[in-house]
């Protein structure tokens, strides 16, 4: 069965970085998408950002453009998330989930548990 | 401000109907697919919609999804206990950027 598993949270202070990894298993890693979404205390969710399947290509939210950076590992099935200059609004839940593979558009079909990450000082 | 809006909260008894409405506008609900999540309190979103009205695998066919202009509406037939949940819609933007609605909140009475 599909699994995702994320690491690398933690309390970080503001203006540091942090580097959250997600380790996939149960499907053919290197053929699908991977998305990073969050989800502050109590809130909603934010689509953070994509990395296509063979890591060409890679597309952020606004609001962690220049500042975050997705890339994936395909002999490793694992899918990074690096965050740099963080401020505590980006304190959240941060969950990567696989796409679903169709061509109509983003479908997040399956979810890791997810990984807190704290900003604060 | 979540840029797909959807009601904060619905409520119904078991074995009812219930609908969960998102309000979008011509740049995304409007050219674009809608998905919808399912979210129980500590746990990762599930997959239930795609494509406006696909189940994903194993979401039984009590629940539905259709589009209109737009507007998207999930509808929940013969709601049970375990239901019970937080629902988000799902769509693009513009920029062809995922924005999800601000979630409703479905409790079964």
């Known amino acids: 069965q599909v699994q995702l598993v994320e690491s690398g949270g933690g309390l970080v202070q503001p203006g540091g970085s942090l580097k959250l990894s997600c380790t996939a298993s149960g499907f053919t890693f290197s053929t699908y998408g991977m998305h990073w979404v969050r989800q502050a205390p109590g809130k909603g969710l934010e689509w953070v950002g994509y990395v296509r399947y063979d890591g060409g290509n890679s597309y952020s939210a606004d609001s962690v453009k220049g500042r975050f950076t997705l890339s994936r590992d395909n002999s490793q099935n694992q899918v990074y998330l690096e965050m740099t200059r963080l401020r505590p609004r980006d304190t959240a839940v941060y969950y990567c989930?696989?796409?679903?593979?169709?061509?109509?558009?983003?479908?997040?079909?399956?979810w890791g548990r997810g990984t807190l990450v704290t900003v604060s000082s | 401000q979540s840029v797909l809006t959807q009601p904060p909260s619905v409520s119904a008894a078991p074995g009812q109907k219930v609908t969960i409405s998102c309000s979008g506008k011509?740049?995304?609900?409007?050219?674009?697919?809608v998905s919808w999540y399912q979210q129980f309190p500590g746990a990762a979103p599930r997959l239930l919609m795609y494509e406006n009205n696909k189940r994903h695998a194993g979401v039984p066919d009590r629940f539905s999804g259709s589009k209109s202009g737009t507007s998207a509406t999930l509808g929940i037939t013969g709601l049970q206990p375990e239901d019970e949940a937080q629902y988000y819609c799902?769509?693009?933007?513009?920029?062809?950027?995922?924005?999800f609605g601000g979630g409703t909140t479905l409790t079964v009475l």
């Open positions: 989930a696989k796409d679903l593979g169709y061509n109509s558009g983003w479908y997040l079909d399956y």
């Open positions: 799902a769509t693009w933007d513009s920029s062809l950027n995922p924005v």
């Open positions: 011509n740049s995304n609900i409007g050219r674009n697919y």
